[in-house]
């Protein structure tokens, strides 16, 4: 069975940083498509940013050039590096792996 387990979130204020971290157990990052998705209360999941098996990356507009997504094939984990972090990135953080496993997420707070 497929878990994901996201951590490294946290409240912040306007232009931190946070490194959000997803351990995978029974699914090998590096062979998978992995993805962060955020939802925030009373929105529909946003695709943030995407990794392919062929290590080829996606950023949706509202990141790129702020967020950086990678893995390490060695801790089987995938990060989400997010600098410049502005309040409306508040939202649960959540990893999928392959568009069919999903972790619960890790929350992410910015005030201004």
């Known amino acids: 069975q497929v878990q994901l387990v996201e951590s490294g979130g946290g409240s912040v204020h306007a232009g931190d940083s946070l490194r959000l971290s997803c351990v995978a157990s029974n699914l090998a990052v590096t062979l998978s498509t992995m993805v962060w998705y955020r939802q925030a209360p009373g929105k529909t999941r946003e695709l943030v940013a995407s990794?392919?098996?062929?290590?080829?990356?996606y950023y949706s507009d509202h990141v790129k050039g702020r967020f950086t997504i990678s893995r390490d094939g060695a801790k089987n984990t995938l990060y989400l590096q997010m600098n410049n972090l502005m309040p409306e990135d508040t939202a649960n953080y959540i990893c999928?792996?392959?568009?069919?496993?999903w972790g619960q997420g890790t929350q992410v707070t910015v005030s201004s």
């Open positions: 999928c792996a392959n568009f069919e496993n």
């Open positions: 990794i392919s098996k062929i290590d080829s990356t």
